[in-house]
């Protein structure tokens, strides 16, 4: 079978790299020429693990291949899958005219029947939108179908994923449709992923739904964490105790600064506006999105009050990126409250593994520094922000000798506040009693 992917991103290349390891032959479209002559070289646009050695193999074994022509893809695939952006409009909802523009390019070049599968996330109604498109764009009319099948990738470990996802969902209204799509994806059967047939607007929903619960997990774990530094409690431990009910489960209930990235805000946002537009207000989705905006302010309230003021204060700041794994710096807590920092007088010197250029580029009031100890030096805090594995094992004594004052500030919940209070440090997380430093007996 031959498939063609467009869009170029995180989404469509990981999608097109894997399939074309499934045996499939891939062809990967991009407007941007740009990125389309780096994919030929073997560059990859993004950090995730294992992608361009996956993307290098697909080339090599003559399975993948990378065009700006669409009407080469459209002509050769007999499935297309749409992953294109689909980023917040003003009011909060998606912005489906990239989806759109591709649905009408696949109209116009189409000679004869396709399978046109948004993989892209996109707001119940969308596959109805583009049936209307592609049928109003046709010169002549050819037989189509639609289908929805969202993905479920994570930032960091995409690729295990993709090969192997808890489930694949499929939402089409045609026999033939759901059959090459089971097709398709008849890899994972070895490894017996449930495979969830239902119709378009259900799968397009599924993804929001479960985007939107994950958050509000989030949320309710930092608004415990919040309650547990008022009553002396340790929000790791209620964590534990409630995720370890089969009921709930433990995914996902680890405090911390709030989400970001491109899925969880996005995907609370345009969910909050469907529900609008449809004359009910999506409350707990609202409420989750809220608790994630007052985290932020938090975490530089604590900030604030372990160094005595802002202004004048050098931070050193540890991970940049929403996550560890990725340099997508997209909605990220760090960059949010670095520009708090900064703008109330405070210094930041800063260290990322992998999205240091890029965040340098969104706010160069940033002092990028080669490493950990590098941004340590003279700082009257270190800031850890995101968990990368770089950061779990620090040497404090260098810390120590290194900082003007010994303050740590784990918004990631890494360490043990006693085992850092005994390396002379004062420890603040999240959820948890602060520590001051202390010596052994």
Known sequence: MHISVIGTGYVGLVTGACFAEFG???????????????LEKGEIPFYEP???????????????????????????????????????????SADLSFVKKVGEGIAHHMNSYKVIVTKSTVPVGTGETIREVVKKTQKTPIRF?????????????????????????????????????????????????????????????????????????????NEIANLCERVGANVQMVAKGMGLDHRIGSKF???GPGFGGSCFPKDLAALIQTGERNGYPMQIASAASRVNDIQRG????????????????TLAMLGL?????????????????????????????????????????????????????????????LVL??????????????????????????????????????????HLSVGRVAQNPRTTT
């Open 24 to 38: 499939v032959q891939v062809t990967c479209m991009d407007s941007d020429s740009r990125r389309i002559e780096k």
């Open 145 to 221: 179908d639609i289908v929805s099948n969202p993905e479920f990738l994570r930032e960091g470990s995409a690729i295990e994923d993709f090969m192997r996802p808890n489930r694949v969902v499929i939402g089409a209204d045609s026999d033939q449709a759901i059959a090459i799509m089971k097709d398709l994806y008849r890899p994972l059967y070895l490894i017996e992923t449930p495979i969830v047939v239902t119709d378009v607007p259900t799968a397009e929903l599924i993804k929001y739904a479960s985007n939107a619960f994950l958050a509000t997990k989030i949320s309710f774990i």
């Open 298 to 313: 938090r975490m530089i309230d604590k900030i604030r009050e372990a160094v005595g003021g802002l202004k004048g204060k």
């Open 321 to 381: 990126s929403f996550k560890p794994n990725t340099n997508d710096l997209r909605e990220a807590p760090a960059l949010a409250i670095s520009r708090a920092l900064l703008a109330e007088g405070a210094s930041i010197r800063a260290y990322d593994p992998e999205a240091m250029t890029e965040a340098c580029q969104l706010i160069p009031e940033l002092q990028p520094c080669r490493d950990t100890y590098h941004a340590a030096e003279g700082a009257d805090a």
């Open 50 to 92: 294992g992608i361009a050695e996956l993307v290098a193999k697909g080339v090599k074994e003559g399975r993948l291949s990378f065009t700006t022509n669409i009407a080469q893809a459209v002509d050769k695939a007999l499935v297309i899958f749409i992953a294109v952006g689909t980023p917040p409009s003003a009011d909060g």
């Open 253 to 255: 209930l680890h405090a």
């Open 385 to 426: 922000m995101t968990e990368w594995n770089v950061f779990r094992n620090l040497e404090f004594e260098k810390l120590k000798s290194l900082m003007r004052t010994p303050i740590l500030l784990d918004l990631r919940n890494v360490y043990e506040p006693e085992r850092i209070a005994l390396a002379g440090f004062k």
